[in-house]
């Protein structure tokens, strides 16, 4: 194959920007778009761009893990893919055979609106979901990237019932959904040894539920 361009083809090096955003330089069309994110809307001060006669980089002056709590959405600003989610390198699905359904961030209150995607049973990407009055366009990355505690293989997957065999004694079952109602409501009607746990982890509709029942 031989290339009609006379002149020497212009390539970049990429940088290192850190465990969460892959850098490609060479696919950059120079629309500007990371920066006026970045630096605009962001306000992140450590990526910029550079030129030199008629060649253009954008990224930071030297290698470095990107300061902006909001950098991860580089990977969703950039149209041509220069930022790419490096945490999706290393349980690689292509987009469309993955199983995607709308959700919201658990990591704090705010409840940002996002976009998990699985595939084979395993969390493999979060984006963000357009919401007009919690989180617009955006995520931040911790709601982006902090998804890997959801395919833990210590997370507990199915309810357990520790049953007292004597005063220093027990035996952990396995229950199942409708068994475990049945404890529950058993332990309820008692009034008393309740205890329950919310987490900014759990789902609102359990942290609800659990002050519905401690109120």
Aim: proline fraction near 2%.
């Amino acid at each position: 194959v031989y290339r009609r361009v006379r002149f020497r083809k212009r390539t970049h090096m990429n940088q290192k920007l850190g465990p969460f955003v892959n850098h490609e330089m060479n696919r950059c069309i120079q629309c500007y778009r990371c920066l006026r994110f970045y630096r605009d809307y962001a306000g992140g001060r450590d990526f910029n761009v550079f030129a030199s006669h008629n060649s253009v980089y954008f990224g930071r002056h030297e290698d470095g893990i990107l300061q902006s709590e909001f950098s991860g959405n580089l990977v969703e600003v950039c149209p041509t893919g220069v930022f790419t989610d490096k945490t999706l390198k290393k349980h690689y699905t292509r987009k469309w055979d993955m199983q995607t359904a709308p959700s919201v961030c658990v990591h704090c209150g705010v409840g940002c609106n996002t976009i998990a995607g699985c595939r084979y049973g395993t969390l493999k990407r979060i984006r963000n979901r357009y919401s007009s009055e919690v989180n617009g366009y955006f995520l931040c990355d911790r709601g982006r990237y902090g998804y890997e505690f959801v395919n833990g293989e210590d997370r507990i997957r199915q309810s357990l019932y520790r049953k007292k065999i004597s005063a220093a004694e027990g035996r952990t079952e396995r229950l199942t959904k409708e068994k475990c109602l049945q404890a529950i409501s058993a332990f309820m009607h008692t009034g008393s040894g309740v205890i329950g746990i919310g987490s900014p982890r759990a789902s609102c509709e359990a942290n609800f539920t659990l002050l519905k029942f401690v109120g």
